[in-house]
DNA sequence: TTTCTTAAATCGGTTTTATCGATTGATGTT
DNA sequence: AACATCAATCGATAAAACCGATTTAAGAAA
């Protein structure tokens, strides 16, 4: 049994003529009665009666007719949903995206939801190292985040901006004054560092390695928002991206050095098929970043 | 799309591995590979994400297997459904008798039943050209009633018994006690007779036509009980075969002459499928007029 | 009746395609 | 580095869908 030949007894049954059948179904008329025939051997029972020239339904045609309908209806409507989901009306999208770069991501979330409305979008905060590992399991269709110190070879990297790494202070702090601060003065201070995970951690780690520095670290908290208001509180200092800080009221004065500048990146897997939903977002998000 | 692929495609995301899928469906891993393809590219879509030597649905794959899971059940349930018709569990039975077989019909009816109790049965009363008419036209499946004077060619005709055409008279009439009497005795009396279209009517139209003889019509009626009751009162005489007499308490005297006799058929269309359940029906008919 | 028309079934041959085995390429494992 | 595993690809084959022509049968028309 093939959807072919219960296209063909559906449309037989509809005009009970084989001949008009076969001219609407372009094929032969010699073609539907060898596939009619077929189908009702498979079926084991009749499902038209050959009464001279006419043929008429059997109470099994009648009978099988809705099961045939609603089975070629059934894969008609999956193809007809996959052409929506084609077209972003329909389809889901769920994003990764790591504290920092929510700035940049909201307008052009909005703007993406305003275009797509029948996306159903869901963001996930999260660190990096977390969120990678989402994306890997393709539990995450895309992530936003700050630049891997090693890059995984399952996925693809896009540059988005670059951000000057910061030392982060109260902006009624004399370093705010600062134009830019030395690395082995930003370990002397006392600090509240992102806990291991985060990305930025993970550079700061890094480069405090090569550099053979060890940090006066105070607290590690999982909590960006709370690290800021710790920070405001005017007692601590913090490293972060400069694009982190934005909008807080914060201080964040660079850290000199070459390299000491985070790059926040589009994050996808290679080599899976990209939804149209995950193209489309991508380009919202690159235009954001050019409207800066 | 055929529902081949959809079997296919099923199975490989059940099974979440192309060469076991393939070994599950006894087709090579090859083929499976390719009739995937296929169906990707009619869906315009990918259904698996193919990660290194391991695959994955797509969120089109997720969405698309409700629709081709459902769709081939459909077509499943058809099947499953005639299966269940061949074999007596489903479907219908329409029976057409005339008045004179209800003697027959009810206990052959009723052992039908007891054995196949999920065949719905309609039983219609009528006279023997209105049913003859809606057999013609597929109303019925099966007809039981008094041989025709003139056979159709689209119909089958299959022997009960054979009846002997008797003059039907009150029990206390003194033409009770005859063993026969004369077709030309008959005419002379006072008859009721069915209305033109019963069987008996049109035979016994027939008959008097070929020996030159006219009736004393008191009365048509097209309701045998009634007409039953009126010879009954005793005022009257009815001409019938001598089973549609049988357990009404009336005399009935055969009449004597060749060809005096009534032949109960079985009628079905000829060229026709006949219905499983016709041809177990006509087997209880047979059986039943056995046993007497 | 006979003829004509129409519709479905059948037949033989052709084209299409579903399928297979073998091979390749890529990945993860020992 | 060698090995095992899995999906994709290739070329060949077998199966099937399909067509045109013909046959059969039944209504309709002459």
New binding site residues.
């Given amino acids: 049994m093939?959807l072919?030949q219960l296209r063909y007894f559906i449309k037989a049954k509809e005009l009970?003529?084989?001949?008009?059948a076969?001219d609407s179904l372009?094929?032969?008329?010699?073609?539907l009665?060898?596939?009619?025939?077929?189908l009702e051997d498979e079926l084991d029972i009749p499902l038209?009666n050959?009464?001279?020239?006419?043929?008429a339904l059997t109470e099994a045609g009648q009978l099988f007719y809705n099961y045939a309908l609603q089975s070629v209806n059934r894969a008609n409507n999956g193809k007809l949903m996959l052409q929506e989901l084609n077209q972003l009306q329909a389809g889901s999208l769920n994003i990764g995206v790591t504290y920092g770069l929510r700035y940049l991501l909201t307008p052009a979330l909005m703007r993406f939801l305003r275009k797509f409305p029948k996306v159903k979008v869901q963001v996930v905060f999260g660190t990096s190292e977390e969120l990678r590992h989402r994306l890997l399991s393709l539990e995450l269709d895309i992530l936003l985040t700050f630049e891997e110190v090693v890059h995984d070879a399952h996925l693809t990297y896009e540059l988005l901006f670059e951000s000057p790494l910061c030392l982060v202070s109260s902006a009624k702090d004399p370093v705010a004054q600062h134009d830019q601060v030395l690395l082995k003065d930003v370990v002397a201070l006392p600090l509240v560092l992102p806990s291991n995970g985060f990305s930025t951690r993970e550079f700061i780690n890094n480069t405090l390695l090569q550099n053979k520095l060890s940090p006066n670290i105070a607290l590690e908290i999982n909590d960006i928002p709370t690290l800021l208001d710790l920070v405001k509180a005017g007692n601590w200092y913090t490293i972060l991206a400069k694009t982190t800080v934005k909008g807080s009221g914060l201080s964040a004065v660079p850290i000199k050095g070459k390299n000491m500048v985070r790059k926040a990146m589009i994050i996808t897997m290679t080599?899976v098929y990209e939804k149209k939903a995950v193209g489309q977002f991508r380009k919202f998000m690159l235009d954001e970043v050019k409207r800066r």
Same sequence: chains 1, 2.
């Fill in positions: 093939e072919r009970l003529n084989f001949t008009e076969a372009n094929i032969s008329q010699s073609t009665s060898q596939q009619i025939k077929q038209f050959r009464i001279g020239k006419r043929i080599d």
